[in-house]
């Protein structure tokens, strides 16, 4: 099975919130999860449809494989580092604010 993938790191949002996404697209064949990922409200569909389509594009320049014929293999997000900042509360102490970052990984693979 010929597969292609796509890594996008550093993306400014929570894993958890970026895994309801995923989890909407896990098993589909591309041009349902591209459609899905389009139409979902969800912050995290938008930023996985660009990783979906960089995979498709991977896929159809070294695997010479057609987009129909493309199905998600796999749907990966894993934490990335943590942005950790302080937010001032009252009488001179501070909470912690976690500002967290996921990597989405795509490998898409071309159905037999």
Same mark, same amino acid.
């Not at 896990?26 to 139409?39: D, F, I, T």
């Given at each position: 099975? #010929?597969?292609?993938?796509?890594?996008?790191? =550093? $993306?400014?949002?929570?894993?958890?919130?970026?895994? =309801?996404?995923?989890?909407?697209?896990?098993?589909?064949?591309?041009?349902?999860?591209? /459609?899905? %990922?389009? =139409?979902?409200?969800?912050?995290?569909?938008?930023? /996985?449809?660009?990783?979906?389509?960089?995979?498709?594009?991977?896929?159809?320049?070294?695997?010479?494989?057609?987009?129909?014929? %493309? #199905?998600? =293999?796999?749907?990966?997000?894993?934490?990335?580092?943590?942005?950790?900042?302080?937010?001032?509360?009252?009488?001179?102490?501070? $909470?912690?604010?976690? #500002?967290?970052?996921?990597?989405?990984?795509?490998?898409?693979?071309?159905?037999?």
């Amino acid at each position: 099975m #010929k597969m292609a993938k796509a890594i996008t790191r =550093y $993306v400014r949002i929570s894993p958890r919130k970026a895994r =309801y996404a995923a989890d909407l697209i896990r098993g589909l064949s591309v041009e349902k999860a591209s /459609l899905q %990922l389009m =139409y979902s409200k969800l912050r995290g569909g938008r930023l /996985l449809k660009r990783t979906l389509d960089s995979a498709v594009a991977n896929a159809e320049t070294q695997i010479e494989a057609k987009r129909e014929e %493309l #199905k998600i =293999y796999e749907v990966r997000v894993d934490p990335g580092p943590i942005l950790r900042r302080a937010k001032p509360r009252s009488r001179g102490s501070s $909470v912690p604010v976690n #500002k967290r970052t996921s990597h989405f990984t795509i490998i898409v693979a071309k159905e037999s």
